[in-house]
């Protein structure tokens, strides 16, 4: 342990700690535009300097680890106008445009230049050319408005394991960004949005929908649906200052309504069905591979991640055959509710409109994919972030916090709590184990709450195995074989997996792989700021939705009995295939 | 500074990722390889081709976008293709004030390219330097390792014309 003094309070630290760290344990928040939680200190932006006693200038306070009897200062005279000259200077070169701003409301810069007084320009310095980049469905990028804290690198090489970001040139030249200044469509970005996620401006945004949806909305002659993925009910709220990890379903329903969409459904009920349609592809691979012998891909990928699809795609075309042919639930929703739902209301499909709320900004990417549209039409035509659809609930002056809770529509509404985990890192594959477990032995996952706890959590890579005893005569076997399983969440542990099926390519029969960490309560399209406290919360309330629902198994789902027996017939029958399932190409 | 060797002909995408293969093979192992690696590549291609910079950052598993960011960092490294003639205007405050801004225009004007490009013909590139340590004799220009002195704006053309020739006579 360290002791020393701040603003005059002695404190005791683990060793190695940073004046910053140390500083937060009593309360003393420093400003920093360029940290990121849990990675290498980068010290760009320098408005966390501090006034260390005996050193001869101002320290990086997230750079800086505490000694011995040190002695900081965090609110001097020198240390305040070091800050306000730092973001001055910041402000000189930033194209805000702060009234058009995607980051009007939640712009980190602006909100450090209020609070440390900066109340005019001080300097009308030349500013860097700001470049726009259109060429991605996710994202957008506005060079003017970036202040080069690094953020994003962070994100896109160390947590994504992507690199389709890096600072190029150098000095005042510098531009963050793809390969020789190029654009995002010409480097291997997966779209994930984990640099629009934790960028402090407007720099990296998503590409907007909203006029696209309030268009739709407003044509009478639409039939306009929506869908919400598990992870937005544990998130939405922070939209409108609820603590993080609060459940805000029943109110999300009722504000989805009051916005004017005439269903308000559930991609839960496609994930129930993703379970179905997945957790049988699993048993037949794995009845192909153990009784017949044949040459199957093993381990089998999860599909559900836009962004992890992207990566394999990019990066190990080699094991795309080992992805699990089902589309995302996403996509699996919007292919049903243009053929099944159309049918079941007797609505011409060309005039139904399918809308996603997604906590994702790849999703935009998956929606626009040329194969997604199996059945005629477009499957998901519109695709909104959490956060848009935030904005368009403010912008209609809703008072969301003083909503009734509703209810989902029938039939597309209906959902199982293994559904609701599918927000979680682990969730899927939980979700899975639970409906395959019960239908090869019959009898339910002999689990506390049913969780399978060790793939659950924020650990970067897991893994669990699970042997197979009393199976049924059609799944014998089964019996006793071990069933291995890994989980990894954030692509840079999709590595990781790949590292190890190269030492041992039978080490798994099955991988669930998201590409944010956290899985998609950690999304690129959640509200600001996501860090692992937050990421917590948004996991305990998906774990508290799935416990507190009456059923909680996929294949338990009645409405997912009713789909197969009105119209898909059987799982990985010739409908499904046709409008469930796809498939992959190298990039 | 090595002077890069001009091809006769442009290398084929096949031939500059077997080159890159061997020469990423060869200093891999170092540490901080990549610095030399693109060093070892512009010597032998004259610049860097795009085909070559995409195959090392594979072979060293670090993304193109990288790559990218090292090789812009350095004015050293050039992307596009070096013509048979540099062209190095030096802008030290000696020939500035002696008129180097005048030559580097009347280069430009005449030349009908901008710094840091190469000619369609690829017989001349054009680049600015800091002090070729001359300025009694400013301002200079070097021309591969030609060095000319004093120079007029409006000589430039003759200059220019000198080298032009010997290319239609090597023809």
């Known amino acids: 342990m360290t002791d020393l003094t701040i603003n005059g309070i002695e404190i005791s630290v683990e060793d190695g700690t940073t004046i910053l760290d140390a500083a937060s344990k009593i309360g003393v928040t420093i400003p920093t535009l360029c940290h990121l939680q849990g990675h290498e200190p980068l010290g760009a932006c320098r408005i966390c300097v501090v006034e260390v006693e005996g050193a001869r200038s101002l320290m990086p306070s997230c750079a800086t680890p505490v000694t011995r009897g040190m002695v900081v200062k965090t609110n001097t005279r020198k240390v305040r106008e070091a800050r306000k000259l730092i973001v001055d200077l910041l402000l000189s070169e930033h194209e805000g445009n702060c009234q058009f701003c995607d980051r009007s409301n939640d712009c980190e810069l602006e909100k450090i230049a209020s609070s440390i007084g900066i109340s005019k320009p001080l300097y009308a310095g030349e500013k860097p050319e700001a470049r726009f980049d259109y060429t991605t469905k996710a994202l957008i990028r506005d060079t003017g408005k970036c202040i080069k804290c690094r953020r994003c690198i962070t994100a896109c090489n160390e947590i994504q394991a992507v690199g389709a970001l890096f600072p190029q040139n150098r000095g005042f030249e510098t531009v963050i960004g793809p390969a020789f200044t190029s654009d995002l469509a010409d480097v291997q970005c997966v779209q994930c949005g984990q640099c629009a996620a934790v960028c402090p401006v407007g720099a990296i945004i998503e590409r907007s929908n909203i006029d696209d949806v309030w268009e739709a909305i407003d044509n009478p002659g639409k039939h306009v649906v929506v869908q919400t993925a598990p992870a937005i009910r544990a998130a939405l709220g922070e939209c409108f200052d609820y603590e993080p990890g609060t459940l805000v379903t029943g109110k999300m329903i009722t504000a989805l309504r009051s916005l004017g969409f005439d269903a308000v459904f559930d991609t839960n009920f496609a994930a129930d069905l993703t379970i179905i349609e997945e957790g049988n592809e699993l048993l037949t691979r794995l009845k192909k591979k153990l009784v017949n012998g044949e040459d199957i891909a093993l381990p089998m990928f999860t599909s559900c991640s836009p962004g992890w699809i992207n990566y394999a795609e990019y990066f190990h075309p080699d094991y795309l055959n080992n992805i699990s042919s089902c589309k995302s639930p996403q996509q699996m929703f919007g292919a049903v509710a243009k053929t099944y739902y159309a049918q079941k209301q007797g609505i011409d499909p060309a005039d139904i409109v399918v809308v996603s709320v997604m906590p994702c900004t790849a999703k935009k990417y998956e929606a626009a994919r040329d194969e997604m549209a199996d059945s005629g039409f477009t499957d998901v035509d519109y695709v909104l972030t959490t956060r848009e659809l935030g904005k368009m609930i403010k912008s209609t002056g809703i008072d969301f916090r003083s909503l009734p809770d509703g209810v989902m529509d029938n039939p597309l509404g209906v959902s199982s709590g293994a559904a609701d985990i599918f927000a979680n890192t682990g969730g899927v594959m939980e979700a899975a184990i639970r409906t395959v477990y019960e239908l090869v032995t019959g009898r339910e996952l002999p689990f506390e709450n049913l969780h399978l706890t060790p793939v659950a959590g924020l650990k970067g890579f897991k893994e669990a195995s699970l042997t197979i005893e009393g199976t049924v005569p059609a799944w014998s076997f089964l019996e006793g074989v071990e069933v291995k399983v890994a989980v990894a969440h954030g692509l840079s542990n999709a590595a990781e997996v790949f590292r190890r099926l190269e030492e041992d390519p039978g080490r798994y029969h099955f991988v669930e792989v998201m590409s944010c960490p956290g899985g998609c309560i950690g999304g690129g399209g959640q509200p600001r700021f996501t860090d692992d406290s937050v990421r917590l919360k948004r996991i305990n309330a998906i774990y508290a939705e799935d416990e507190g629902k009456p059923i909680r198994k996929s294949h338990m789902n009645p409405m997912i009995t009713q789909i197969y027996e009105e119209f898909l017939i059987e799982p990985l029958g010739e409908k499904s295939h046709h409008l469930l399932h796809t498939h992959y190409a190298k990039k | ?171």
């Open chain 2, 1 to 171: 500074m090595v002077d890069a060797q001009i091809p006769t002909r442009e290398p084929t995408d096949e031939e500059i990722t077997k080159q890159t293969e061997i020469i990423v093979g060869e200093l891999i192992g170092r540490k901080g390889a990549l610095i030399p690696i693109l060093q070892t590549l512009q010597e032998l291609f004259g610049y860097l081709p795009e085909t070559a910079l995409k195959r090392t950052g594979e072979l060293m598993k670090i993304s193109y976008s990288e790559v990218a960011g090292v090789v812009s960092f350095y004015k050293y490294f050039s992307i596009v293709p070096r013509g048979k003639y540099l062209i190095r205007v030096c802008l030290g405050t000696s020939c500035y004030v002696r008129g180097g801004k005048e030559v580097l225009e009347s280069l430009k004007n005449n030349l009908g390219i901008d710094i840091d490009e190469t000619t369609e013909d690829r017989l001349f590139s054009l680049k600015v330097g800091r002090c070729f340590g001359a300025c009694g004799l400013a301002p200079v220009i070097m021309i591969n390792d030609d060095i000319y002195r004093r120079v007029k704006p409006s000589k430039v053309g003759e200059i220019l014309q000198s080298y032009r020739v010997q290319e239609d006579t090597d023809d």
